[in-house]
């Protein structure tokens, strides 16, 4: 594997984690948690697709001549509100899953 | 082939009677009902005979072809063979009518009853007549589908239970006969105009394997040997749903679908070069001789005379199958013979039925005292069947003989003739034992309503009648061999 | 002019949704008005644009003024036409319905949150249809995923709660498919623009990478579609939700997986590789076939047939999909159709027998085709398009999906479509004897008890949906006028 | 960008931690530590909006969202 | 069991993906695709056409608003199904035992709340210029209440911004977008044409218009959260 796409490894291992706490961990709890990983390591595969090499961040400086691709941060950052609103909408449905399936014993 | 005469009376004769099939299930009072179901099939007669005169003279009728979808239309053509169809169906659907009308009359869900019974009988109507594939196979199914309510109209477990073969084994055909269906179109015909619209350049082994799905798709109605065992489960159900459909409508119309197929879909010289003549002369022999033995020991009447159903369909495949001009002669004539003879013989038990209870042969000690006219009438339709000399049966079994002769397979003639005397040996004990036999109780005469009488007479006679004078059925019979083998 | 009715048929249901919440305090039916106004608008705006496909075959919008590939452009074509009319229909049919029956089944307070959702749902699928850039296409997949999530658990259940949260997980984990999927695209060609996209593409060599990207997002919309080891999500979620929903989930949300591996075969990959992904994806659509209407077959909750059954209609479509042939493409596309129409009015009706009989189970609706004879005309007719019996156009798709498969010397194919559609009849038979022949037991309530009237409200939307499935059946041909072009100009994209 | 060959190792093994530590507080916590690299991580691509925007997501709104909702279900994972 | 079919599934679209991920181009070279299409004219003619000298927030706003909305509209579905799942804490919020924290605490908070807001109010109307951006800006705004709430309790924090303002705060952003992109379509050309260019609009009136998507969106963001916060806070009575 060449050292140059080291970092699309690394998103696609953190993916696999992720995946696999959603798979088998069985609290709800914490597959919200393994998908959260999940998505952060999607993030991290694309914006190591638009890096650039000595490029610095998309903030148009004189002087500065080439910059970071902007576009996959655009898109990371939707996706980042998108799993904001997942998140928050799954952990409020386990809640109300643990909440309606019988009250277990429950500090206040 | 002349051209065909561009009319749209076929479509109106299949289409009034299912839109009135329809306007009946909306009517509550029964006597709308009966006459909404006489004027479908005054309808349906009155027009088929209409258009004997053409026809008899080898002329076609045919409409223009009405596109739903591409490569899906329904196109309506009148020739010979599917004229004689409908003219039996049609003439018996009268005489049905009003031997329903006596005996629902202390049923429940009448107007479910006669308005499945229209529309099953209109869609039967419409597969004699469809002029391409599509059209037929669209009838053949909605023809299933309108008998299965009728078939488990008591809603006794009986009935269900007959209900679930009657629609595993037809609906499993159907949808064999649609992957052929489709197949055919693929490889290039749809309309039956020629004799064989196969592309001869296809590789034997597709073919045969083509026909073979044929087979078992019309086979299952046809009540062929091994698929025949939905026929008498459906005994259960009402005498008139058994006569009519089983005896005739529904039986007519898979023996109907294996002629188009053998003689317009893949034409003789293709069957014989294929060697597949074989198979089917095969199939009907053993169906012949299995259902007569069977019939012989059913103790229940109408089981008995479902069996006798199987074994006499057969002779008709028997006698289109060995391909030859009085063959296919004989089994048309066959045919006709038959389906008068069987729907007067399923009236008899209906009306012993419902006279007298008795379901079973043994039973049926003293009959003839109890119900003389409807034991009388027993005796001419049974002897019909078996072919004795006035009556249609001889004519036809006079050609059937003939067939197998002509085309070189006589030993198929013994089994013709070992199986019509079996048909007497399970059908002549039920006269010896009506007549001669005294029955247990007190007998007492009872008198059966003219509503039963007339149509048991129409079929014993019609019989004796057409025997004599079988010029009607005759010249048909006649047009389709000439047109099918140039005879 | 008529280009703005592009952007307004996406933004106008979506808009409405904002408003409801801040109207419905003081006036407490804004929620159905607002829903079915905004509805039957985009209705309107989808029959206009249609009308303009009709004349010009693709329409194109460029929002914000900028050319394709740096702003972003909806475009709508003749698969989207098809699509878009089928979806904005269907929306509005079960807005409607949904009137009486939210008052009966909901809690006051989630009424309004109802048509909110309802609208999102609508909206993010129309939006779906119209995307011209993934991106986009991903994020409107994830707004009608969220509602149909939520839409699922309304009714505050346990079981469904249970079923909307497994559905919750699988969606998520598709649309993170999607999203690898596109990051994997984007870096192979550097544009999210599909035409653009798919051009860069036919000059690359068919590497891993791209093999990967289309593996990716055709089984993320494999799970959005319920393709059959995908599929587990859907019978608890179908049958659960409220009934409108499941009448939408069923007769819409999974066909949007459909479109989206329509979209990603035919306009991004260019029927590139269809043949090992021709093979395998008609493999899981025979399996889908018969084991969704096996499973259908074993149970007797009325929801959850449907729902199996609906496992087993998509296999149908997706068999037709990856035929890759006109014939195929054709029956797909009329499976399409009609199984939107069959099932959702099969729900419609399951919804107004649950809400009024109150029975769920075969058993208790012994009979029950008698005491609502008017539902259960539209109720049979459905059966019967489902069941694809003649002069119905299940009939017509069944048809065209064993021509395609004979075509490609598939008969074993032609044999398992065949095979289903038997099995579907006999699940079909199974109801109509339940229904129509069976006497109602005594024992249960009282079987005569006439039932409350059902109101025009339900009725009106099941008595379209049941008479466009019965006039799309009679005349299949009707719907060529759509499908005919769509499917040649697919066929015309496969290189 | 060297800073990353340094932090990615940090990342694995805090994303492993979070998968197999059975107390769902404590996983919460140590996923808070994950999105702080992560968003060091953005810095160092040259993406410091996604930084700003990860630090406000990841330690500020999800991992409250989280630690509410583990108070209000079990804090014991049953395996 | 299922733990063992879940690794195997996994290390079968591990090596898929690995595989795939290694035939793409080389990362962060300048050459590749991604740096070569599409992006140079965001680059070069960003800063000129939208007055952003951040692209990212030129990107979002101008070039993709559509997305933009879009984005918008999935917050407030996630809002509206966590609602329909948990329903709105109702307006009296029940009087949980709540206890205080320690003067020097609430003094810290007091103090410091003031700042962070001014701080978040910075990132959402400097998102053209520096790093920032009405979606982070909110998230701060939002955390900023949380804190609050969390210190001086649920009820102090309603009393404050009532449910109201939030659902107004709510829909304000995607609003806002509709607004916009109907004015573009009066003034005769496309959908959220006015924050482009091309409609000759002058310089100052178009910065307003994004300034005021900016603010909106910032401020929308923050009362989802918020609301998402008080749904999941709620402790159910009795």
């Known amino acids: 594997m060449s050292t140059g796409n080291f970092l699309y490894g690394v998103a696609m291992l953190l993916f696999l984690i992720g995946f696999y706490t959603v798979l088998a961990r069985p609290s709800l709890i914490k597959k919200i948690i393994g998908i959260n990983i999940m998505e952060t390591s999607v993030f991290l595969f694309l914006i190591s697709v638009g890096s650039r090499r000595g490029g610095s961040a998309p903030i148009i400086l004189s002087g500065v001549k080439d910059y970071v691709n902007p576009l996959p941060q655009v898109v990371v950052l939707m996706a980042m509100v998108i799993a904001v609103g997942t998140t928050a909408l799954a952990l409020s449905m386990a809640v109300k899953i643990f909440e309606s399936s019988g009250a277990g014993e429950r500090r206040g | 082939m002349s051209a065909p005469i561009f009319t749209y009376l076929p479509v109106l004769l299949v289409f009034i009677p299912i839109i009135l099939g329809m306007l009946i299930f909306l009517v509550q009072k029964e006597g709308v009902r009966i006459f909404l179901a006489l004027l479908a099939s005054l309808i349906g007669f009155g027009g088929l005979s209409w258009m004997w005169p053409t026809i008899s003279k080898g002329l076609v009728l045919a409409t223009r072809p009405i596109f739903l979808a591409p490569e899906i239309f329904l196109y309506f053509r009148v020739d010979a063979l599917g004229l004689l169809f409908a003219l039996v169906s049609a003439l018996l659907w009268i005489f049905t009518v009003i031997f329903t009308v006596k005996y629902m009359e202390k049923e429940s869900f009448k107007g479910r009853f006669w308005g499945f019974l229209t529309l099953a009988v209109a869609s039967g109507i419409g597969v004699t007549l469809a002029g391409n594939l599509i059209t037929l196979f669209f009838f053949f199914e909605m023809l299933t589908v309108f008998t299965y309510p009728l078939v488990i109209h008591g809603e006794t477990g009986a009935a269900m239970a007959a209900g679930r073969k009657y629609f595993l084994y037809l609906f499993v055909g159907e949808a064999l006969l649609l992957f052929s269906v489709v197949f055919t179109i693929f490889l290039g015909g749809t309309v039956f105009d020629k004799v064989g619209m196969l592309p001869t350049t296809q590789s034997p082994n597709l073919l045969r394997f083509l026909l073979f799905t044929f087979v078992l798709g019309f086979g299952v109605k046809a009540a062929i040997f091994p698929l025949h065992r939905w026929l008498p489960e459906a005994a259960i159900a009402p005498t008139p749903v058994t006569a009519l459909l089983h005896a005739d409508a529904v039986v007519n119309v898979g023996i109907f679908g294996l002629i188009r197929v053998i003689y317009n879909v893949f034409g003789p010289e293709l069957i014989q070069s294929l060697g597949m003549d074989g198979l089917l002369i095969w199939v009907a022999t053993v169906t012949m001789i299995f259902g007569s033995v069977i019939a012989l020991r059913q103790d229940d009447l109408k089981r008995r005379l479902a069996y006798s159903t199987v074994a006499h369909i057969s002779y008709t495949l028997l006698g289109a199958a060995v391909l030859s001009a009085s063959g296919l002669v004989g089994a048309l004539i066959h045919l006709v013979s038959h389906a008068f003879m069987k729907v007067s013989l399923f009236f008899c038990a209906g009306a012993i039925d419902r006279g007298t209870g008795k379901k079973r042969v043994s039973e049926l000690g003293g009959m003839g005292y109890r119900q003389p006219l409807v034991m009388v009438a027993f005796t001419v339709a049974s002897l019909g069947l078996i072919g004795v000399p006035p009556t249609l049966g001889f004519l036809s079994k006079w050609y059937l003989w003939m067939g197998p002769l002509e085309a070189q397979q006589s030993i198929f003639l013994g089994a013709l003739i070992l199986s019509t005397l079996l048909c007497a040996f399970y059908l002549l004990p039920i006269t010896y034992r009506a007549f001669f036999k005294h029955a247990e109780g007190p007998v007492e005469r009872q008198r059966t309503s003219w509503f039963y009488l007339l149509p048991i007479f129409v079929g014993a006679v019609g019989g004796l009648l057409l025997g004599v004078f079988p010029k009607p059925f005759l010249i048909l019979a006649r047009v389709v061999s000439e047109s099918f083998l140039g005879g | ?495 | 960008m060297s800073l990353i060959y340094f932090l990615v190792p940090f990342l694995l093994v805090i994303a492993v931690a979070t998968v197999f530590t059975r107390d769902l507080l404590a996983a919460v916590i140590i996923f808070s530590a994950y999105s702080l690299i992560m968003a060091v991580v953005w810095q160092q691509l040259g993406a410091p909006v996604l930084a700003l925007a990860e630090v406000a997501i990841g330690a500020g709104v999800t991992v409250v969202l989280f630690v509410v909702a583990v108070c209000r279900t079990t804090r014991e994972e049953k395996v | 069991m299922k733990k063992l079919g879940a690794i195997f599934l996994l290390s079968l679209c591990g090596l898929f993906l690995l595989a795939a991920v290694t035939s793409l181009p080389r990362m962060g070279d300048p050459e590749n695709p991604t740096n070569s299409l599409v992006v140079p004219r965001y680059l070069e003619k960003g800063l000129r056409e939208t007055g952003c000298r951040n692209t990212v927030t030129a990107i979002l706003l101008s070039y993709r608003g559509y997305d933009t909305m879009m984005e918008m509209v999935v917050l407030f579905t996630a809002l509206a199904a966590a609602l329909a799942i948990l329903g709105r804490e109702s307006l009296e919020t029940c009087c949980e035992t709540f206890v205080l924290p320690s003067l020097l605490v609430r003094m810290v908070v007091v103090i410091f709340v003031p700042l962070f807001l001014a701080f978040a109010l910075y990132v959402i109307t400097h998102g053209f210029t520096t790093s920032g951006g009405g979606f982070q800006g909110g998230v701060i705004v939002a955390t900023t209440v949380i804190i609050y709430t969390l210190v001086f309790g649920l009820d102090e924090m309603v009393k404050r911004i009532s449910p109201g303002v939030r659902m107004v705060l709510e829909s304000s952003a995607i609003l806002s977008f509709m607004l916009v992109g109907l004015l573009g379509i009066a003034l005769g050309g496309n959908f959220l044409i006015t924050t482009t260019p091309t409609l000759g609009l002058s310089d100052f009136l178009r910065r307003a218009i994004l300034l005021l998507l900016e603010v909106s969106i910032g401020l929308a963001s923050g009362a989802v959260i918020i609301s998402l916060f008080c749904l999941l806070k709620k402790v159910e009575r009795g």
């Not at chain 3, 079915?36 to 693709?58: M, P, Q, T």
């Not at chain 3, 690898?180 to 060599?205: D, H, K, R, W």
């Not at chain 3, 479509?317 to 009015?345: C, D, E, P, R, T």
């Not at chain 3, 005594?442 to 499935?469: C, D, H, T």
Request: charged letters at 10%.
């Open chain 3, 1 to 495: 002019m008529e280009k703005h009715f592009l952007i307004l048929t996406v933004t106008v249901p979506l808009a409405t949704a904002t408003l409801i919440p801040l109207l419905s305090i003081r006036w407490e039916r804004a929620g159905f008005w607002l829903a079915s106004l905004a509805l039957l608008f985009s209705f309107g705006s989808a029959l206009i644009l249609v009308g303009g496909v009709l004349v010009d075959g693709r329409i194109a919008y460029h929002v914000g003024g900028w050319a394709p590939p740096w702003g972003i452009e909806i475009f709508l074509d003749w698969v989207g036409a098809f699509f878009l009319l089928l979806a904005s229909s269907l929306s509005l049919a079960v807005a409607i319905f949904s009137r009486i029956y939210v008052e009966q089944n909901l809690e006051a307070s989630k009424i309004p949150l109802f048509y909110v959702l309802l609208l999102l749902l609508a909206g993010g699928m129309i939006g779906f249809i119209l995307a011209g850039d993934i991106f986009n296409m991903f994020i409107f997949f994830e707004i009608f995923s969220l509602s149909s999530y939520a839409l699922v658990a309304i009714s505050g259940g346990l079981e469904s709660l249970k079923a909307s949260f497994r559905y919750l997980l699988m969606g998520t984990i598709s649309s993170l498919f999607v999203l690898l999927g596109i990051g994997l695209l984007y870096s192979l060609t550097g544009t999210l623009y599909m035409p653009l996209l798919a051009q860069e593409l036919g000059v690359l060599p068919y590497s891993g990478a791209i093999r990967a990207a289309t593996a990716l997002i055709l089984v993320a919309f494999g799970i959005e579609a319920a393709l059959f080891p995908l599929h587990v999500w859907l019978p608890g979620a179908h049958s659960l939700a409220p009934s409108p929903v499941s009448a939408l989930l069923s007769g819409l949300v999974i066909k949007m997986g459909v479109y989206g591996m329509i979209k990603v075969l035919f306009y991004i990959l260019g029927g590139r590789g269809s043949s090992e992904i021709g093979a395998l994806f008609s493999l899981m659509a025979a399996t889908a076939i018969i084991v969704g209407a096996l499973f259908a077959l074993r149970e007797n909750d009325i929801k959850l047939i449907f729902a199996h059954s609906s496992v087993s209609q998509i296999g149908y479509v997706i068999l037709g999909i990856y035929l890759f042939s006109y014939f195929g493409l054709a029956g797909g596309l009329l499976q399409v159709l009609n199984h939107a129409l069959a099932k959702s009015a099969l729900f419609l009706c399951a919804g107004v027998v649950i809400s009024q009989a109150g029975f769920r189970r075969l058993e208790d609706l012994r009979g029950i085709g008698r005491r609502m004879p008017f539902l259960m005309v539209f109720f049979t007719i459905a059966l019967a398009s489902l069941a694809s019996l003649p002069f119905t156009c299940g009939f017509a798709s069944k048809y065209y999906l064993c021509k395609g498969a004979i075509e490609r010397g598939e008969f074993w194919l032609a044999g398992i479509v065949l095979l289903g559609s038997f099995l579907t009849l006999l699940y079909c038979v199974k109801i109509v004897n339940y229904i129509f022949f069976a006497t109602p037991a005594v024992g249960r309530g009282g079987g005569e008890r006439s039932y409350p009237e059902v109101s025009p409200w339900m009725m009106v939307p099941i008595g379209v949906l049941g008479f466009g499935s019965l006039l799309v059946g009679i005349f299949p041909g009707l719907s060529f006028i759509l499908i005919k072009p769509a499917v040649l100009g697919l066929l015309g994209m496969v290189r």
